[in-house]
């Protein structure tokens, strides 16, 4: 079952539209997450790290509020889990966390 608010309707041309640009800054964003994300694991000079930090927390924020823009006017749309998948799924990984070195620490 999809949850999606109701669509915002916007015209069908070979024009971008609201829609378009939105997914687009969206997509753009969370490229830039990414990106960072993948600095920030390997950064070795702190003050660099620091300044990456600030400017992936500032593009998540922004990426978060198009997500938010885009579900609110229905052009976001998921699928509402099955709760015996999730069930299976957090068994199995529950089985691994016995398996992780600091596994006492997360208890």
Known sequence: MKVQNPETQIPKTPQMNDRDFINDMLSTEKYMTD????????????HLY???LHMFTETQNCQRELYNLMFK????????ADQQKLQQSYQQ???YASQFPYNNMMQ
């Open 35 to 46: 990106s960072y994300c993948t600095f920030l694991n390997e950064a070795s000079h702190q």
């Open 73 to 80: 006017k229905g052009w976001y749309a998921l699928e509402q």
């Open 93 to 95: 990984f529950q089985g």
């Open 50 to 52: 620091d300044e990456i």
